[in-house]
């Protein structure tokens, strides 16, 4: 039972990212696995976070015409490098939070965009889910931090 | 492999990396197929009912009385008749297809439905929904494929597509040729056309040379045209028929391909 919770999580992450392009299109639905992510790179190790986004890129990559591994590659990446970037400063503010969820999204964004050849999101879209993602992020983190439902993944943060 | 080692997890990242650029469409079948094992992600519609037997001979009946009147009617005029006369003749069947699931990324417009290589659906197939062509198949696997819609800005769903007057007559219908590709945003942009060749209101139909997607098909209603960047390319923006966010059921037209041409 100790994994019952990061598995709902899991679960509800996929879900929410597949049924988002239905919901809202021009991107006004947070971007749930980069905020699983990055609760992970926050609360725990720059490792986890990497392997948990890549274990969820690889879970989404039958359900997109991009590359089968670019959203594990890019939710690993944003992920790790999360973890750097907010290690640097005070990971459990608010402001770091923001600022690394805005950015990682942005990210991922560029990442899409580079590797279809410039076919990226309109950017307008792609702005306006960035901003959605880093607005729910502090919520997000302290909502998951309270339910202590990915316990199992912060854990190792005393070794980060 | 333990990532708790220093310096592991970026080098697994860039392996990661090589792979993808090294084979971006691996597992392609197994992607398809992985994903039409999972309860469809949009909503199903409830299939037509079936008629009885009295009511199908009924209008069976009706169909061919309208055939009968149609082929007396003098010849049409115009785009209609360029739409009527160039629809492609090598269509072999027509597989009706549910969607099941839609593209998750931000960046591409596919969705996958639920018919593919066991139907005789293969690459490069054109796919429509009702009058207008929505999108192209991209892969394939036994009983599932992936479609690149129209407004998707990968390069395999750009053709070349013709704009059509649909007030004008016979002769002055076709305004020119483009080619046309996804601008990723719900709409279609067509490049590459003689000046002033476009006006908001003309279609934008498929033109021969585009591979297994006969000529003839509409792909949206002219909304914009102009060269705004000057540089020197005429281009128009076009809005498909229907809101392809919203497709549910689609027709796969399975041809045949011409000289050994497949997209």
Do not use: Y
């Not at chain 1, 679960?11 to 929410?16: Q, S």
């Not at chain 2, 398809?32 to 009295?54: C, G, H, K, Y």
């Not at chain 2, 000529?215 to 102009?226: C, E, Q």
């Amino acid at each position: 039972m100790r994994w019952a919770g990061p598995a709902a999580v899991f679960l509800a992450a996929i879900a929410v990212a597949l049924r988002a392009p239905a919901w809202s299109p021009s991107g006004w639905v947070p971007e749930l696995p980069l905020l699983v992510v990055l609760h992970v790179a926050a609360r725990g190790t720059a490792d986890r976070a990497a392997l948990l986004g890549g274990l969820l890129g690889l879970a989404l990559a039958p359900w997109t015409a991009e590359p089968p591994l670019l959203q594990a590659l890019a939710l690993a990446s944003a992920g790790w490098l999360g973890a750097r970037a907010a290690g640097v400063v005070d990971r459990r503010n608010a402001l770091v939070l923001f600022a690394v969820t805005l950015a990682a999204s942005l990210f991922l964004r560029a990442v899409e965009a580079v590797a279809s050849g410039g076919a990226g999101a309109p950017l307008s879209a792609a702005i306006t889910c960035a901003c959605v993602t880093a607005a729910a992020s502090f919520p997000f983190n302290a909502a998951v931090a309270r339910l202590r439902v990915l316990a199992p993944l912060e854990r190792s943060f005393r070794d980060a | 492999m333990r990532l708790r080692r220093p310096g592991r997890t970026p080098l697994a990242l860039l392996a990661g990396t090589v792979l993808t650029l090294l084979f971006p469409r691996a597992c392609d079948s197994a992607r398809i197929a992985a994903a039409s094992l999972l309860p469809a992600t949009v909503p199903q519609r409830d299939p037509a009912p079936v008629l009885p037997e009295e009511e199908r001979l009924r209008l069976v009946a009706r169909i061919e009385e309208l055939e009968r009147e149609r082929a007396a009617l003098p010849p049409s005029e115009g785009a209609v008749r360029i739409l009527r006369v160039e629809r492609p003749q090598r269509v072999e069947a027509a597989v009706v297809a549910p969607v099941l699931h839609r593209d998750v990324s931000r960046t591409r417009r596919s969705f996958v439905i639920g018919a593919g290589s066991a139907s005789g659906v293969a690459r490069g197939h054109a796919v429509i929904h009702g009058e207008s062509l929505v999108g192209v198949v991209d892969s394939v696997a036994a009983h599932s494929a992936r479609v690149l819609r129209i407004d998707d800005r990968a390069a395999e769903t750009a053709m070349p597509v013709s704009v059509l007057d649909p007030k004008a007559s016979e002769g002055a219908a076709n305004r020119g040729v483009g080619v046309a590709r996804g601008s990723g945003d719900g709409r279609v942009h067509v490049g590459f056309l003689p000046p002033g060749s476009a006006r908001p209101g003309d279609w934008i139909v498929s033109a021969p040379g585009g591979g297994l997607v006969g000529p003839g098909w509409l792909l949206g209603v002219v909304t914009s045209a102009g060269d705004d960047d000057r540089d020197g390319d005429f281009e128009a923006l076009a809005s498909p028929l229907h809101d392809l966010d919203d497709v549910a059921t689609v027709v796969v037209l399975v041809a045949e391909p011409v000289r050994g041409v497949n997209r």
